[in-house]
């Protein structure tokens, strides 16, 4: 199907991009296009204006400074997936960046276009859960501190598709803090055969004290309609020498934190979902710790 008939402007940028959004109540911003364009052909979003900040260059690039991994919201999965920094900073992000879809989906789709869009099967969502990023948000104002406003992830997904943008707001881009040397952390994904997608995806991101774990930091996506912490399972796992048995031991706790909104399709039912959390999650902290595959 064709997309209803739209205007196209390109902004410079991300203050004249503001601009058009509150000039044009019903404007929609184009990142890679990835999801917009299959809704606008699919008739589910019909902007009467689309606007490409696609050329904006201060959306654009990675830095690590005073421990703080920096993405602005425009950088697409294939620069994460092969970025030096990224790999040393937050290998859980490269990682993930290199399973995305297809390399079409990861040369055009962005860091910023994939939560904004917030699907439930995204894999970037549950990571950035797990590595406790912020979102910083521009409101009018140009692209300075003060006119930008830091959004933890626990408030930035509110529900499936829903973020905490506001309708004349754009995502700049996304910090979270460089892992130490003594943490260890890893994505692992029932991937969606044809796209990749998750259908249960779990993040999880250790310290360690020698082969102790003192704290955890877990995530769980792709069942639900936005990531969910598993705090059942970081208490569990805090502590504990982390062997096959604890590991799990933890990882069944999973089930407690998952709530009894889980989401089931043609493709997995909610109750098989719902039971690969703990696999998913069993395989990612075994990873994080060099057990699988033992
Ligand atoms: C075939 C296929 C397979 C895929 N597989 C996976 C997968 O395995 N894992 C995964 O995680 N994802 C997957 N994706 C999604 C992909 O990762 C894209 O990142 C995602 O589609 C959106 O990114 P985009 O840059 O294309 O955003 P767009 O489609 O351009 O925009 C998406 C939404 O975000 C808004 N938006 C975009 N940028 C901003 C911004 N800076 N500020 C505010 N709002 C903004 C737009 O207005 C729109 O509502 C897949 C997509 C396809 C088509």
């Known amino acids: 199907m064709f997309s209803t008939e739209f205007e196209y402007k390109k902004a410079g940028s991300v203050s004249e991009a503001i601009q058009l959004l509150s000039d044009n109540s019903d404007a929609k911003i184009i990142a890679g296009g990835h999801s917009l364009l299959p809704l606008m052909k699919l008739r589910l979003a019909r902007p009467s204006l689309v606007i490409d900040i696609g050329g904006i260059e201060e959306l654009k690039g990675i830095t690590v400074e005073k421990g703080t991994l920096r993405i602005g919201a425009l950088t697409t999965h294939a620069e994460i997936a092969s970025s030096s920094e990224v790999q040393s900073a937050a290998g859980i992000l490269w990682e993930a960046a290199q399973g995305i879809g297809d390399p079409q989906v990861r040369n055009r789709g962005t860091i910023g276009g994939n939560v904004a869009h917030a699907d439930p099967a995204s894999d970037l969502p549950t990571v950035l859960t797990a590595m406790n990023a912020e979102f910083i948000i521009q409101r009018a104002g140009g ?38 040397e003594n943490q260890h952390a890893e994505y692992a994904k029932m991937a969606h055969p044809a796209t990749s997608f ?20 877990i995530a769980v996506g792709g069942l639900t309609p936005i990531p969910v912490r598993a705090p059942s399972v970081e208490q569990a796992l805090a502590g504990q020498e982390l062997t096959e048995e604890t590991i799990t031991a933890a990882a069944g706790l999973v089930v407690n934190d998952l709530g009894s909104d889980i989401l089931g399709d043609i493709f997995a039912s909610a109750e098989y979902r719902r039971a690969m959390a703990a696999v998913e999650l069993k395989h990612a902290v075994f990873h994080a710790t060099g057990l699988a595959h033992g």
Do not use: K, Y
Not at 143 to 171: C, H, K, P, Q, Y
């Open 198 to 217: 998750a259908i249960v995806g779990a993040a999880v991101v250790v310290t360690m004290d020698g082969q102790t774990c003192t704290a955890a930091s």
């Open 143 to 180: 692209i300075t501190r003060s006119g930008s406003r830091t959004v933890s992830v626990g408030d930035f997904f509110t529900g499936a598709f829903t973020t905490a943008l506001g309708e004349n707001e754009i995502l700049t881009g996304i910090e979270m803090p460089v892992l130490a």
